[in-house]
């Protein structure tokens, strides 16, 4: 029996049993990425790799996987190889297989046999059951392989022998969905490539503590490499998309001077090429309006309730609260500007009631990380100028806010990344036109008057198109333009709130040195 407390001096070294661990956990990481590529439609089942189509290689590599996982636990367990296994493999590993079974126990039942929504979960959870009880007393070198290396051989049968190929579909009776294989192997296969790949780690190290944090570790590191993917996967799909309209009649001028028609030109009749320039004017106006509504006034209400209100009661409710109205849907707050503000200015739509409502959306984030940021300033910051004679109100403005303010920029950033793409209330309370031919001219519409409040700008007060109001208009309405059009949008889109993004770090950069200077 396997275990660290048992005596296997006489067994061979693991060079032969590294090397089969980390071939099975190079095999997982291949069909890890391959999963991805097939499910963003990068390769497709009927790719040929090494002579076979891509579904089919899943499955060999699963029932390669597989026999050396079962191989590699037996092999420990019975004393060929000298590991350090712990004589149980324990209760977490059970409750984590046992999920896994609960999940296939009750699919495999739905699919194979038809049975109904009731009848699966019922089989699923004794599956569950049987599973958490036998994997926890097992071996960790059985425990470990063994539930891994079943569901890889099982999975990787399905594939080779074709009863799951790239004509598959499931359609339960219950939903109102089907599943096709190009969708349910990629993402079973990648989810499978996590697991054997987690197992295989921790048979490289031969179990015990040290093989359980190789396998903590490459799980979490494939686990952040999937997010990372596929967020560059959607932003390369989204350029791949975008690109041809944005670059659609562009030219090089005079000087080296660029002319894109789709980022500087309006919607027009008879023009050879439309453009979004005057979406792109009213998103950057929406920001910037809720940017100064909201920034000195949340910054404003931080630094009261984290240096001068009494912590108590007060400022429990006020954190709570803040914590729920930045979980608030955007739709809410769109009702409210609908109900309270469009009313109050003109009653119609307009830039300002959107700037109004997009501030309320970012004040609960800018109050939430400022707060954050001022409780980290060591409070030997604060005795010191104390020491020197300094009020508190010099020692916030001087000390505590200059020290606080990259994570203040940090909030704000994620703030405006969220309101930047905010679709539901720029349609209830700014939107008019969807494709309109100007732009707003904020700064050239201020004058002064005789009465109150001797300043008007009339573009604030009036309705304007937005890049998000303009990409729903076109993708989920088909009003006006082409779907390549919103796909443009889209791109446009994502760079302007990556714009934001830029300036926001290169900010948090600048006084996060002038404050180390």
Not at 66 to 91: H, N, R
């Amino acid at each position: 029996m396997s275990g660290e407390a048992t005596n296997r001096t006489a067994a061979p070294a693991l060079g032969a049993f590294d090397r089969v661990a980390l071939g099975i956990v190079g095999l997982s990481i291949m069909t890890f990425l391959l999963g991805w590529t097939t499910l963003f439609q990068r390769t497709s089942p009927d790719t040929a790799v090494a002579g076979l189509s891509l579904f089919t290689l899943f499955g060999a590599v699963f029932l390669l996987a597989g026999a050396g996982l079962i191989s590699a636990g037996l092999a420990s367990y019975v004393g060929i190889f000298e590991t350090t296994a712990d004589q149980y493999t324990g209760i977490g590993t059970g409750v984590g297989f046992g999920v896994l079974g609960f999940a296939v126990g009750g699919l495999v039942t739905t699919i194979a046999f038809g049975v109904g929504a009731t009848g699966s979960v019922a089989v699923g959870l004794g599956v569950a059951l049987v599973t958490v009880g036998v994997v926890a007393v097992l071996p960790e070198d059985l425990g470990t392989t063994l539930p891994v290396g079943l569901l890889s051989l099982a999975w990787g049968a399905l594939l080779v022998t074709g009863i799951v190929d790239a004509s598959w579909f499931w359609n339960p009776p219950s939903l109102e969905a089907t599943f096709y294989a190009p969708i349910v192997v990629p993402l079973a296969t990648i989810a499978l490539s996590l697991l054997v790949a987690w197992s295989g780690a921790i048979v490289s190290e031969g179990f015990g503590s040290q093989g359980r944090q190789n396998g903590a570790y490459l799980l979490i590191g494939l686990n952040a490499f999937g997010m990372i993917a596929v967020l560059l996967l959607l932003i390369l799909f989204v350029v791949r998309k975008g690109l041809p309209k944005l670059l659609e009649g562009a030219q090089l001028g005079p000087g080296l001077s660029i002319s894109v028609p789709f980022v500087t030109k309006g919607v027009m009749l008879g023009q050879q090429f439309n453009g979004i320039f005057p979406a792109i004017v009213g998103t950057v106006w929406l920001v910037i309006g809720a940017v100064v509504l909201a920034v000195p006034m949340g910054i404003g209400a931080a630094v009261f309730l984290t240096e001068y209100a009494e912590q108590g009661r007060f400022t429990a409710v006020i954190e709570t609260a803040t914590n729920a109205l930045w979980s608030t849907p955007s739709i809410v707050y769109g009702l409210f500007g609908y109900a309270f503000l469009v009313p109050r200015f003109g009653n119609s739509n307009s830039l300002l009631a959107g700037m109004f409502v997009l501030g309320f959306m970012l004040l609960p984030l800018v109050v939430i990380t400022s707060r954050e940021s001022l409780k980290s300033v060591p409070d030997e910051y604060r005795d010191a100028s104390a020491a020197l004679g300094v009020n508190q109100w010099q020692t916030i403005r001087s000390v505590v806010l200059p020290a606080a303010m990259p994570g203040v920029i940090t909030g704000v950033i994620l703030g405006v990344g969220r309101i930047a793409g905010e679709t539901a209330p720029i349609l209830l309370v700014t939107s008019g036109q969807p494709f309109p031919a100007r732009a707003p001219s904020i700064l050239g519409s201020f004058r002064f008057v005789a009465t109150p409040p001797f300043v008007q700008n009339e573009a604030l007060l009036q309705a304007s198109s937005a890049l998000p109001y303009q990409l729903y208009a076109v993708i989920t309405a088909g009003v006006g333009q082409e779907e390549a059009f919103g796909w443009g949008t889209a791109l446009v889109l994502l760079m302007v709130v990556l714009g934001f993004y830029a300036i926001g770090i290169a900010s948090r950069i600048y006084f996060r040195r002038k404050l180390h200077q």
